[in-house]
């Protein structure tokens, strides 16, 4: 492994995120208070408590987690096509790193800007509310997975994509349905038995059931099974990404 060429990479990526904190890191804070404001003040006081958690905090969690997806998918997603796009990947593949090592720093860096982005709303919640973190350390560890999992995701879309428009229909069509019918708003168990059997095939509800028990110590499922979950799509979304990238599989298109 050429280490000092893979943590140059790896350092490229996170400096490309940090340099447009203002479209990388802002917006999605000042949506997160948007929701909080909108959604917990409004709603929270005629919902009221659920599992004896106020609304507000309850739906922290899945708000960060909604940000932990949307931004490592994005990430590594448009910083590949667009590197397809100005024709630099050229210049990235001549370099002494083979395909695993480039794909892993894509990867990493997405997971980097999606943990980020987690644990800021997280604070934010902490700040606006009386929420505390019931088991910080696997809280960490579900941001970090899932962070991963969508940054190897956004590698395989930014594989395939041919425009733009690629990146964004997986999030306004597949990403972003699945994360609000997911439970960040709700608890499962508020649902009519049929719609309840539903959600248990979304892969994403499990990721936010794990990091809602991880900072509150409620769940709707077992956390240790959502654990399961989002471990299991971050080797696999990972194994197909850097194996296809690796084969050289499109990324010069």
């Not at 280490?3 to 350092?11: E, I």
């Not at 998918?73 to 083979?98: E, G, H, V, W």
């Amino acid at each position: 492994m050429n280490s000092t060429g893979f943590f140059t990479f790896v350092g490229r990526e996170l400096r490309r995120f940090l340099s447009l904190y203002n479209q990388t890191i802002i917006p999605g804070l000042l949506t997160t208070v948007l929701y909080i404001v909108v959604f917990g003040k409004s709603l929270g006081s005629r919902i009221g408590d659920i599992k004896g958690i106020d609304y507000m905090s309850y739906i922290i969690p899945g708000l960060a987690m909604m940000n932990v997806i949307t931004n490592a998918y994005s990430n590594s997603a448009a910083s590949l096509f667009q590197a397809k796009l100005m024709r630099f990947l050229d210049d990235i593949l001549i370099t002494p790193l083979s395909g695993l090592e480039i794909s892993m720093g894509y990867i990493l860096g997405g997971a980097v800007r999606g943990l980020l982005n987690g644990a800021l709303v997280l604070l934010v919640g902490l700040l606006l509310t009386d929420m505390s973190l019931a088991h910080p350390f696997l809280g960490l560890v579900f941001l970090l997975v899932v962070g991963w999992a969508f940054g190897a995701a956004g590698l395989l879309v930014g594989i395939f994509a041919k425009t733009w428009d690629n990146i964004q229909l997986l999030v306004n069509f597949f990403l972003m349905p699945l994360v609000f019918l997911g439970g960040v708003f709700y608890s499962i168990d508020m649902l009519p038995p049929v719609w309840r059997s539903i959600s248990l095939f979304n892969p994403l509800y499990y990721m936010i059931n794990g990091l809602r028990y991880s900072v509150l110590d409620v769940a709707d499922s077992s956390p240790w099974w959502s654990l399961f979950i989002s471990v299991s799509a971050a080797v696999l979304f990972t194994l197909i990404g850097a194996f296809l990238f690796a084969r050289g599989y499109r990324i010069k298109d």
